[in-house]
Nanobody
Framework: QVQLVESGGGLVQAGGSLRLSCAAS????????MGWYRQAPGKQRELVAV???????NYADSVKGRFTISRDNAKNTVLLQMNSLKPEDTAVYYCECTGRLASSIARFEVWGQGTLVTVSA
C-alpha cells in the first residue's frame, strides 16, 4: 500500500558528488522517520543517515561531514546529498520509511528497491 521509488545512483570518481532521492506514495496517513541504508558486497546492511518527522538527524560516523540528509514533508520525499565520495562508499543504497497507513492508521515500514552507487578511485 506504500511504495518507495529511489533515484540518483550512478558512477562517480572519488571526490565527486551524487544526490539520491526517494519518494513515498500510496495510502499514507503520516510518515515518521525516513532513512538511507547501504550494503556493500560481502557486508551487512548499515545505517547511513536517518531523519525524523521534525527534522532531527543521525549519521553514521563514516559519513559525517560529507553526507547530508533532508526531507520534504509536503512531497513525502527524502534526499541524501553525498559529497567528497570515497571508493569505500560504493554500495547499494536503500531508502527506508516508517509511518502510518491512511486506511487503518496501522504502522508500516517499507524499503526501496535500492540504487547502486559506485565510486572509482
Amino acid at each position: 500500500q506504500v511504495q518507495l521509488v529511489e533515484s540518483g545512483g550512478g558512477l562517480v570518481q572519488a571526490g565527486g558528488s551524487l544526490r539520491l532521492s526517494c519518494a513515498a506514495s500510496g495510502s499514507i496517513f503520516s510518515i515518521d522517520a525516513m532513512g538511507w541504508y547501504r550494503q556493500a558486497p560481502g557486508k551487512q546492511r548499515e545505517l547511513v543517515a536517518v531523519i525524523s518527522s521534525v527534522g532531527s538527524t543521525n549519521y553514521a560516523d563514516s559519513v559525517k561531514g560529507r553526507f547530508t540528509i533532508s526531507r520534504d514533508n509536503a512531497k513525502n520525499t527524502v534526499l541524501l546529498q553525498m559529497n567528497s565520495l570515497k571508493p569505500e562508499d560504493t554500495a547499494v543504497y536503500y531508502c527506508e520509511c516508517t509511518g502510518r497507513l491512511a486506511s487503518s492508521i496501522a504502522r508500516f515500514e517499507v524499503w526501496g528497491q535500492g540504487t547502486l552507487v559506485t565510486v572509482s578511485a
